[in-house]
């Protein structure tokens, strides 16, 4: 993804058509180090390609992705049917994970400034 995203910066700034060196050295600038095969293979996939029209077709192919939505509606549509009992169970989740974390620190055996 960090390739494609690059590529990305470097052809929404004006390089119509980016290198792997200009790739490469917007990664380096994060410092990412770059995988030459995993440059090369999004270099050759979009070479050639308008970017704009690549991202269009990319919304179209999300919008038939299904997100889920309908399971919180169906949720929230019904919040005396058990949708109160799962925020208890959360804090209670929530307080163990202190209590936790509080133990491994006894654990260690020595304090900071002993």
Request: net charge negative; proline share 0%; glycine share 10%.
């Given at each position: 993804m960090r390739y494609v995203a690059a590529y990305l910066l470097s052809a929404l700034g004006g390089n119509a058509s980016p290198t792997p060196k200009d790739i490469k050295s917007?990664?380096?600038?994060?410092?990412?180090?770059?995988?030459?095969?995993?440059?090369?293979?999004?270099?050759?996939?979009l070479k050639g390609k308008n970017v704009?029209?690549?991202?269009?077709?990319?919304?179209?192919?999300?919008?038939s992705v299904p997100a889920g939505g309908a399971v919180a509606v169906a949720t929230s549509a019904a919040p005396g049917s058990g949708g109160g009992a799962a925020a208890p169970a959360a804090e209670e989740k929530k307080e163990e994970k202190k209590e936790e974390s509080e133990e491994s620190e006894d654990d260690m055996g020595f304090g900071l400034f002993d």
């Open positions: 917007i990664l380096e600038s994060v410092g990412i180090e770059a995988d030459s095969t995993r440059l090369e293979k999004v270099i050759s996939e704009e029209e690549v991202i269009a077709t990319g919304y179209g192919k999300l919008a």
